[in-house]
């Protein structure tokens, strides 16, 4: 049972365009909401996370779109580059779970030069 | 500063036998998480370890075992190996318990013939 799902599955763009990336749960336990960006050969890196508390988070040219009523959550990243290609996970978690993170399936970015 | 170590980098076994996967987690991080990312797929929760006790454990069989060491490194250990066991595994590190974030090793990538 995914209790998180991605789409798409796979994007491709071209440089300085905004590639979007959507996750939605059902878990409205969930009160952690993490974006991890992982490289061919490389583990998953912290990119940004969010709380329900707040609807919009930015980090320099990432930011995360949260929509609790929606239970949806999403990834824009700006002016992306060739070197942003990479494949992209959304993550959920709760308080008590002892870091327990569902994932969701992944999304591959393809920026074009 | 170092970040989450694991090792072996890669590892090709047969059918049957067992392999023990290591972990060396962040300076100051107490707490450990064991993964498995199946080519295409994101990673799948296997255990967490804080404090040397195990808070955690996904749904994954009894042939997995795991156990953190008092200097806070890990090992997952995994019983009588099947073809299905192929994966990345990742470890992750955190400061302690709940929605900290976590930051994952280049991970072990296992075969099995």
């Known amino acids: 049972q995914q209790q998180v799902k991605q789409s798409p599955q796979s994007l491709i763009v071209q440089k300085g365009g905004i590639p979007i990336i959507n996750c939605a749960y059902e878990?409205?336990?969930?009160?952690?909401f993490p974006w991890y960006q992982q490289f061919p050969g490389k583990g998953p890196a912290l990119l940004i996370a969010?709380?329900?508390?707040?609807s919009e988070k930015k980090e320099g040219r990432f930011t995360i779109s949260f929509n609790k009523s929606a239970k949806q959550f999403s990834l824009h990243i700006m002016d992306s580059q060739p070197g942003d290609s990479a494949t992209y996970f959304c993550?959920?978690?709760?308080?008590?779970?002892?870091?327990?993170?569902?994932f969701g399936a992944g999304t591959q970015v393809v920026v074009t030069p | 500063d170092a970040g989450v170590t694991q090792s072996p980098t890669h590892l090709i076994k047969t059918r049957g036998q067992h392999v023990t996967l290591r972990c060396s987690p962040i300076?100051?991080?107490?707490?450990v998480s064991w993964y498995q990312q199946v080519l295409g797929q994101g990673p799948q929760f296997i255990f967490q370890y804080y404090e040397k006790e195990e808070r955690g454990r996904g749904n994954f069989p009894d042939r997995f075992s795991a156990r953190q060491f008092p200097n806070y490194s890990s090992e997952l250990n995994v019983n009588a190996l099947l073809l299905g066991d192929s994966a990345l595994y990742l470890c992750a590190s955190s400061m302690g318990t709940g929605n900290q974030p976590q930051h994952f090793g280049d991970g072990t990538r296992l075969s099995i013939l």
């Open positions: 969010i709380r329900p508390d707040v």
């Open positions: 993550a959920a978690s709760r308080t008590d779970s002892w870091g327990k993170f569902q």
């Open positions: 300076s100051g991080h107490k707490s």
């Open positions: 878990n409205t336990a969930f009160d952690y």
